[in-house]
């Protein structure tokens, strides 16, 4: 297989990740950044502990905001309705649930009705009611999750959190409350109370979210780092990182280097850039919808189901199973068997955005509103990004988004690309910090950085970092048909920037050369791991190589 030049390393060796107690280490730690979409719960054991969590506002709360959020929140509940001790599940909602209910077209909440009595319970006992200062709620989902990780510890077993909220791109919980200023609940201040309610011993976590860019669901599998090591997890990492590397792939898949060729078909092939001097309409047309595919799919993190937003109990759909076995209840079983949909009738006719699907609330109206909640959340977080003028016209693309009343698809899509490569891209780099145990500038997340070096003695180290470090990052994927304009193009430092500095920290009082070994070893190492397991997972995907053969096939190859 031919790789991109960009990669100056020989691919992965797979044998070193199976008993390699050093590369289990680095795999159980970067895992804790990496999450699956899923279409269905979780492999959870018989007594699991359940902690379920719904952060919507009231006025976010219609159905052309985030009312999905909530319909999902009622979705799970009905799902796990007499699902195990009774004892062991606990439902906390910051909206009031039954005024919700009644509010709901065609569902009657009297007693009477079945839905309601799952939801609520014949008393209205079954949702705790969560305050609504966005101070206090927070507190309190933290002491409830404190309280359930104690229980699943002296339980010795596994404690579910699903958490039906607005989220970052790096799961982060959003508490937002009209007249409140926003806050944050990081997945990692989860996962540090928890750490301390346990006595700082192994305890096994799955923490489920809704999902930023896809439909379905985001399950971190292992958030405290207690799982079972194996080849997977670098495949649930490399999914996380979504198109980080999109602009990268496209070029390999569509240049002669493309691994579609086989070697006699390379040869035949006199140009990097195959495309004929004088191209037809539908050549150019498969070039771009195949350029498309390549980007969209490694966005939707390779699910195959991430324009659907609905539980599928389908075993050739259980995206679980692509981390672990599936031990406990079984899909097709017990999960299906329970899920009892309540009648609604479909409408064929919804006006949405294709390629969203049925995500995101499914009409263009709220996925319109999410992707402009995405934006919000960028220009409020990624403090420096946006006073110092580095970030090239993502400034003005998200802006000039959120003033649009009715944005036309291609803006749509321009604003989506940048919002989640700015996100990928800082996954990768806590990926990488976790995997080699790098320490955090300023304690804090690629996100919520300053941008700032505090400590000045490391400027040096700073600048030798990422002198290497920015190169191994890419460009946002231009769309198809486009040339990147050297001044109008989504420029992102920070993720280099930021574990540049982490390099730093770590290495203070290294030398030069040593700071360049490490990264030429370790990290780029790591990138070529992540950017080769993705292309394994990309040509896997039957859609990415049928668009890919019929424009070969139409170049005469």
């Known amino acids: 297989m031919t790789w991109p030049s960009f990669v100056t390393i020989d691919a992965p060796d797979t044998g070193s990740r199976n008993g390699d107690p050093a590369e289990s280490r680095k795999l159980k730690a970067a895992v804790v950044e990496s999450s699956l979409i899923i279409h269905n719960p979780p492999d959870i054991p018989l007594k699991a502990e359940i902690l379920g969590v719904c952060v919507v506002s009231m006025e976010n709360a219609d159905q052309n905001k985030y009312g999905w959020i909530v319909a999902d929140f009622l979705r799970w509940k009905t799902l796990f309705h007499q699902v195990g001790n009774?004892?062991?599940?606990?439902?906390?909602?910051?909206?009031?649930?039954?005024?919700?209910?009644?509010?709901?077209?065609?569902?009657?909440?009297?007693?009477s009705d079945e839905v309601a009595q799952k939801i609520l319970g014949g008393k209205n006992d079954h949702i705790v009611g969560l305050p609504t200062d966005a101070v206090d709620l927070k507190a309190s989902v933290l002491k409830h999750i404190i309280d359930r990780a104690r229980v699943a510890k002296e339980n010795d077993t596994t404690l579910f959190i699903m958490?039906?909220?607005?989220?970052?791109?790096?799961?982060?919980?959003?508490?937002?409350?009209?007249?409140?200023?926003?806050?944050?609940?990081?997945?990692?201040?989860?996962?540090?109370?928890i750490w301390?309610?346990?006595?700082?011993?192994?305890?096994?976590?799955?923490?489920?979210?809704?999902?930023?860019?896809?439909?379905?669901?985001?399950?971190?599998?292992?958030?405290?780092?207690?799982?079972?090591?194996?080849?997977?997890?670098?495949?649930?990492?490399?999914?996380?990182?979504?198109?980080?590397?999109?602009?990268?792939?496209?070029?390999?898949?569509?240049?002669?280097?493309?691994?579609?060729?086989?070697?006699?078909?390379?040869?035949?092939?006199?140009?990097?850039?195959?495309?004929?001097?004088?191209?037809?309409d539908l050549q150019i047309e498969l070039l771009h919808k195949f350029q498309r595919k390549i980007h969209e799919v490694l966005e939707q993190r390779l699910s195959g189901l991430a324009v659907h937003h609905a539980l599928d109990f389908e075993e050739s759909s259980d995206a679980w199973t692509t981390y672990a076995p599936r031990t406990g209840r079984p899909l097709a079983g017990f999960w299906a068997k329970r899920w009892d949909k309540p009648s609604v009738a479909v409408d064929q006719n919804i006006d949405r955005f294709e390629f969203f699907g049925e995500a995101f609330g499914g009409t263009r109206a709220s996925q319109i509103f999410h992707l402009k909640y995405l934006a919000t959340i960028e220009l409020e977080t990624c403090p420096g990004d946006w006073t110092r003028g580095v970030t090239g016209i993502t400034h003005s693309l998200l802006s000039e988004f959120l003033a649009t009343r009715f944005p036309e698809e291609a803006h749509v899509k321009r604003v989506f690309d940048s919002i989640e490569f700015r996100g990928s891209s800082m996954i990768v780099a806590q990926v990488v910090a976790k995997y080699l145990d790098l320490p955090e500038p300023d304690g804090v997340k690629c996100r919520y950085w300053s941008e700032k070096l505090l400590d000045r003695t490391l400027e040096h180290k700073f600048r030798v970092a990422f002198g290497d470090i920015h190169n191994l990052f890419d460009q946002v994927a231009v769309p198809p048909g486009e040339k990147r304009h050297e001044y109008k193009t989504v420029r992102f430092w920070r993720a280099s920037r930021w574990l540049a500095t982490a390099i730093a920290m770590r290495f203070a009082d290294a030398s030069d050369k040593e700071i360049?070994?490490?990264?030429?070893?370790?990290?780029?190492?790591?990138?070529?791991?992540?950017?080769?397991?993705?292309?394994?997972?990309?040509?896997?995907?039957?859609?990415?190589?049928?668009?890919?053969n019929a424009w070969l096939a139409w170049l005469g190859l």
């Open 86 to 111: 009774k004892a062991a599940q606990t439902w906390l909602s910051s909206l009031d649930i039954a005024a919700f209910l009644e509010g709901v077209a065609g569902l009657d909440i009297n007693n």
């Open 163 to 193: 958490v039906f909220a607005p989220v970052t791109p790096e799961q982060d919980i959003c508490i937002d409350f009209e007249n409140q200023d926003k806050i944050y609940l990081p997945a990692d201040q989860i996962r540090q109370v």
């Open 196 to 280: 301390e309610a346990v006595d700082h011993t192994d305890q096994p976590v799955i923490l489920m979210t809704s999902s930023p860019f896809t439909g379905g669901w985001a399950c971190s599998p292992s958030i405290m780092g207690t799982c079972t090591v194996s080849d997977r997890v670098l495949n649930i990492m490399s999914k996380s990182c979504g198109a980080a590397f999109a602009n990268r792939f496209i070029d390999l898949c569509t240049t002669r280097r493309t691994p579609l060729l086989t070697d006699d078909q390379r040869i035949m092939v006199e140009y990097d850039d195959m495309m004929p001097l004088r191209p037809t």
């Open 516 to 548: 360049q070994d490490f990264i030429s070893n370790e990290v780029r190492s790591l990138f070529g791991k992540i950017f080769n397991t993705q292309l394994t997972l990309l040509l896997s995907d039957q859609s990415v190589t049928c668009l890919g």
